[in-house]
Antibody, heavy 130, light 107 residues
Framework: QVTLRESGPALVKPTQTLTLTCTFSGFSLSTSAMCVSWIRQPPGKALEWLARIDWDDDKYYSTSLKTRLTISKDTSKNQVVLTMTNVDPVDTATYYC??????????????????????WGKGTTVTVSS | DIQMTQSPSSLSASVGDRVTITCRASQSISNYLNWYQHKPGKAPKLLIYAASNLQSGVPSRFSGSGSGTDFTLTISSLQPEDFATYYCQQSYNTPPTFGPGTKVDIK
């Protein structure tokens, strides 16, 4: 059974750095086509994708937030860490981590991997306020 | 970034109704389109991937269709547990982007 759990501070002050940890089980980030992504949802707003780290340590970031985000993994601990610098009240949101899995369409020689976020954590709520 | 839009933004329906939600991409995304269901206080749930593939464990009353820029999520007979917000998301390129959501509530 695949599970993910987000952890981090519930309250941070503006300009501080937010560090969130995703602890997962049931899969390995050493396995080809396995990734972990972070998504957030501000109160009353839509889901927003933040970052992704792949089994081969490739990293991808939101266009608008890439200067403030860093994602990393500790494969031995089954953890992925997201840091966000210089937080602002607009960063108040529920933050989710998800397993992002690749499924092969077609044969191994000419096919392609399709990635989707198939298992989500329950989320952790972060409030940015002084 | 690819922009995703959804219509309607909300709808009211009754149990047993057929419900259709539309998603449009700002450029062609082939079939790189996923649908999620989100209930308040819960983790979002993957319903459909690659436009029309039903995720394991998802009831067959959910179906997806479309390709290119226009996609549809259909619930053939709405059940009480289906009242939620539904999001489409493109995975054609990075960053992946979500639509603004469609809230389905009880008429």
């Amino acid at each position: 059974q695949v599970t993910l759990r987000e952890s981090g501070p519930a309250l941070v002050k503006p300009t501080q750095t937010l560090t969130l940890t995703c602890t997962f089980s049931g899969f390995s980030l050493s396995t080809s086509a396995m990734c972990v992504s972070w998504i957030r949802q501000p109160p009353g707003k839509a889901l927003e994708w933040l970052a992704r780290i792949d089994w081969d340590d490739d990293k991808y970031y939101s266009t608008s937030l890439k200067t403030r985000l860093t994602i990393s993994k500790d494969t031995s601990k089954n953890q992925v860490v997201l840091t966000m610098t210089n937080v602002d009240p607009v960063d108040t949101a529920t933050y989710y981590c998800t397993r992002t899995a690749g499924v092969l369409f077609g044969d191994p020689l000419s096919g392609y991997y399709y990635y989707y976020m198939d298992v989500w954590g329950k989320g952790t709520t972060v409030t940015v306020s002084s | 970034d690819i922009q995703m839009t959804q219509s309607p933004s909300s709808l009211s329906a009754s149990v047993g109704d057929r419900v259709t939600i539309t998603c449009r991409a700002s450029q062609s995304i082939s079939n790189y389109l996923n649908w999620y269901q989100h209930k308040p206080g819960k983790a979002p749930k993957l319903l459909i991937y690659a436009a029309s593939n039903l995720q394991s464990g998802v009831p067959s009353r959910f179906s997806g269709s479309g390709s290119g820029t226009d996609f549809t999520l259909t619930i053939s007979s709405l059940q009480p547990e289906d009242f939620a917000t539904y999001y489409c998301q493109q995975s054609y390129n990075t960053p992946p982007t979500f639509g603004p959501g469609t809230k389905v509530d009880i008429k």
